[in-house]
């Protein structure tokens, strides 16, 4: 199916390595990076991170497999997902249908709830940057701006859930768009405040392997904007392609 369940892809990953079959086994690796991405622009922004099919519980299991085969790329989203698990979940784990209990390592264990103070640490301190009180330069009405910036400051101590979080990518344009709801801010202001959200995101994205304790090479590399094709180029060469193995 397009959207298989994970205990399809679970099961395709293990027949798949025990009988050499590489083909499915990459098709499946593929389909968790797809979801578990390592690049921010790419990431689908759903919560936790995982394929539609997949419940949040099975982060577990993506790490692990991850482990199994040296699939690095697959940890910092899928660590953050286990993060996101209340605690009785990320230390029992679930049971795969064929009877299998799926449980994190001990290593993992320790870097989940490691983790979880860190997301929480560094969503704190980009709210404060976001709401720093410098206005923007093109800003028409600085006093009237001012004025809501130290509001959204000041009022932070009773929305906790936008500071004492570990959901770092959720309620920032909410809780502006809410104490800001007459549109006082003018749009330079605005602007800007949504500028520096997209910065603090990038930030904290570009640092979720060392949130997580884990290192990935090439983490958080901007894609390539695809060559332009030659329109002179002999159309024979489309005949030469070799396609990866196990694709057609």
Known sequence: PEDPSYNAVSACLRLGHKYEMDHIVQRCLDYLKKHFVDCYETWPRIDPPRPPAFQGIHCIGVVNIARSMNFECLLPTALMGCCMLEAAEITNGFTREDGVREMLSSEDLGRCFIGRA???????????????????????????????????????????????????????????????????????????????????????????????????????????????????????????????????
């Open 118 to 248: 860190n997301l929480m640490q560094a969503n704190t301190l980009a709210t404060l940057k976001l709401f720093n009180q410098t206005l923007s330069e093109g800003c028409t009405r600085r006093d009237v701006c001012a004025a809501v910036f130290l509001r959204l400051l000041d009022e932070l101590r009773s929305h906790e859930k936008v500071v004492c979080t570990l959901d770092w990518y959720k309620y920032w344009s909410d809780y502006v768009d809410g104490r800001d709801n007459d549109r006082r801010l003018c749009p330079h202001c605005y602007t800007m405040l949504h500028e520096r959200e997209k910065q603090q995101h990038r930030e904290i994205w570009r640092k979720l392997p060392d949130l997580m304790g884990v290192s990935v090479e090439s983490w958080a590399v901007e894609p390539s904007t695809p060559p332009q094709a030659d329109p002179q180029a002999d159309d024979t060469q489309a005949s030469r392609l070799v396609l990866p193995h196990g694709f057609s």
